[in-house]
């Protein structure tokens, strides 16, 4: 692939964020939907040409907003490769390796497998790409090449259904951080007017990022987070979680989350398109349950009830704080370099407590840069409390 050839291909790929505010991620979503091409095709019209996903033979698609071309190049992403190894059962490292070390040899392994059985059915979620210079092609994003069963559900569609819940639970909230990835939403909403005092979970805790007191603000705010993939990395979903005032850190609760999977009925071949009344339907069953959620998750018995299960655990005195912090994130797989901020966060704290663990947990997901890690970090702090309470 020649230089210019791959730098239109960085071009288009999908913009991110990290902590944007609402405004900013319906602008990027709104650029994705701009983009974006879904088709269900046979794995005759696919293959791999210069470690890109190449597509051939597609019928053009004419619609009420013009002419959709499907054939052409694009870059898969990584999450793409991921689902590419998955359906060709391709050990992952393997292709991660041929696209670092032999892209000719990666070209040739999944045009093998690929065109093992030409009749099997994909659909492959992209985003077109600008036009280059001259008579040069324009390199567009594959996303993800997912089951042609795959239920279409787009971020931007499910943020504004969801937030439509919100609006009609009652209950007055605040978007306080957004993410987006190549793999995930992330929106998080707080209430400050579902305030829960937690003089016991806070005792002698201090921010380590300002030094505040939690003895000064003992204060919880109720909350969840709203969260949806278009490439099959999870489903939309809604997530109870707290937030300490002291801290800001969340607090994720997932055994109460309500989800929606992706799964429905098998896709014709073509450019994949919902009927107005069909995605009426899908978007207002999502509002509805958002509503019925918030109006759960924004009470304040549920707030009290998780913290009183929390206080429990959070009290358990930690007599080795270093050997403590090796067993819980040995237990919870965590890597080496986020168990060094993990201690260095537990020592600023100061709450030589279980809870006190759980709260470093908490406090190390804000300072990732990367959404997802961020995320699956905050999700494992309830765990974090129970192991560190088991383990003294």
């Not at 992209?126 to 324009?138: F, K, N």
């Not at 429905?264 to 958002?290: F, N, P, Q």
């Not at 358990?316 to 080496?336: R, Y």
């Amino acid at each position: 692939m020649t230089q210019q050839y791959a730098e239109r291909a960085t071009a288009a790929a999908p913009r991110g964020a990290r902590n944007a505010d609402l405004r900013d991620l319906v602008t990027i979503l709104e650029d994705h939907r701009n983009r974006k091409l879904d088709v269900v095709t046979s794995a005759s019209a696919l293959s791999f040409r210069d470690g890109n996903v190449q597509v051939e033979g597609i019928e053009r698609q004419i619609t009420q907003e013009g002419v959709t071309d499907v054939d052409g190049t694009y870059r898969p992403t990584a999450v793409a490769d991921e689902g590419i190894a998955d359906k060709l059962k391709i050990p992952v490292g393997y292709l991660r390796r041929m696209r670092a070390e032999n892209v000719p040899l990666l070209d040739e392994n999944v045009n093998a497998w690929l065109h093992q059985d030409p009749q099997r059915k994909f659909m492959l979620r992209a985003l077109r790409g600008d036009s280059g210079p001259g008579m040069q092609p324009a390199v567009g994003v594959a996303r993800a090449l997912m089951s042609d069963s795959y239920k279409v559900m787009d971020n931007l569609d499910i943020l504004l259904a969801a937030l439509d819940g919100v609006q009609k639970s009652g209950h007055p909230t605040n978007v306080t951080g957004c993410d987006l990835t190549d793999r995930r939403m992330y929106v998080r909403v707080e209430s400050e007017a579902v305030a829960v005092m937690a003089p016991e979970l806070l005792s002698g805790y201090r921010s380590p990022f300002d030094g505040r007191s939690g003895d000064e603000l003992p204060i919880v705010s109720a909350g969840f987070v709203i969260t949806n993939s278009e490439v099959g990395a999870g489903a939309w979903s809604v997530t109870p979680r707290v937030v300490m005032r002291v801290c800001t850190n969340g607090l994720t609760m997932p055994m109460d989350v309500m989800r929606a999977v992706h799964i429905g009925a098998k896709h014709d071949e073509g450019v994949v398109s919902w009927s107005e009344e069909t995605e009426r339907k899908e978007l207002a069953v999502i509002t509805s349950k958002t509503a019925d959620a918030v109006r759960t998750f924004l009470s304040r018995e549920y707030v009290e009830a998780k913290l009183r299960e929390i206080q429990i655990a959070a009290g358990k005195p930690v007599a080795e704080p270093t050997k403590t912090i090796e067993h819980v994130t040995k237990t919870l797989k965590i890597g080496n370099e986020t168990k060094e901020t993990i201690l260095a966060h537990f020592i600023r704290g100061g709450q030589i407590t279980a809870g006190g663990v759980m709260q470093a947990v908490t406090s190390t997901a804000q300072t990732l840069t990367d959404a997802d890690q961020a995320a699956a970090l905050e999700a494992l702090a309830l765990p974090a409390l129970t192991a560190a309470a088991a383990h003294g």
